[in-house]
């Protein structure tokens, strides 16, 4: 049965989600497979289609993979869309069909921000990142951040009240706003970016996403999917 469209994943139990917005008609695997067969004039073949998928994925042959686009509506903090945006701008699959719209403080008012549920010490091996200890001052800096938080909203809201532009006094707002975008991407895209973005030295806040998008991608490509990871188990991808 074909994964629901408007399917809802919570994501960070704040005011994160990720929608399962829309999809093309065809069942995406059997249309991988017709347009690896294409090439030879027998798109319409019967023959079975797992085999060859494994193939395409084993040999990266990716071009078929890009025929079944799924569209998206994401709700993150602006930092986790600004490490996902690079996705679009700076990848070797960019397209300009890899389509990507989100709200705009120039005309809507924010009002969510995201706090961590804790804060954790900075990795030990790594310029960047952070480790799985928690620091030992988390609870006390959280309190810090919220505070921080709701000084810096009461501004901008009061600025915006007092007829202040949207786009002038959201310059006051940090990183952990909420924002909210549409993204239309192949399975070739979504696989690259789940790849990257589960593994385990990913942000946590980002790698949470791509852990929801991963589910909705398994239940909605199949057997194309589930090739594409087999492929990467095989260090053929």
């Not at 998008?213 to 909605?220: A, K, L, M, V």
Request: hydrophobic share 35%; with cysteine.
């Amino acid at each position: 049965m074909p994964f629901p469209l408007n399917s809802y994943i919570d994501v960070d139990s704040q005011h994160g989600f990720v929608v399962f917005h829309d999809a093309m008609q065809r069942d995406p695997s059997d249309k991988v497979a017709q347009a690896a067969r294409v090439s030879y004039g027998n798109e319409d073949s019967e023959k079975p289609t797992q085999s060859l998928i494994a193939k395409l994925a084993d040999e990266q042959h990716t071009s078929p993979f890009r025929h079944s686009p799924i569209t998206l509506i994401v709700q993150c903090p602006e930092f986790v869309a600004r490490q996902w945006y690079k996705h679009i701008v700076g990848a070797e699959y960019t397209f300009k069909d890899s389509g990507w719209n989100e709200i705009s403080g120039r005309y809507i008012q924010y009002d969510k921000y995201y706090i961590p549920p804790m804060l954790y010490r900075k990795a030990h091996i790594s310029k960047m990142g952070s480790s799985s200890e928690m620091h030992e001052r988390s609870d006390e800096w959280l309190i810090s951040m919220s505070k921080a938080m709701r000084e810096s909203m009461n501004i901008y809201n009061a600025m915006i009240n007092d007829g202040v532009s949207k786009e002038q006094a959201r310059t006051i707002l940090p990183m952990n706003l909420y924002t909210r975008f549409m993204w239309t991407a192949s399975q070739q895209t979504l696989f690259h970016f789940c790849k990257l973005r589960t593994a385990p030295d990913a942000q946590r806040e980002i790698r949470e996403y791509a852990v929801a998008i991963n589910y909705i991608c398994t239940e909605h490509y199949g057997i194309s999917w589930q090739a594409l990871i087999d492929s990467v188990k095989k260090g053929k991808a």
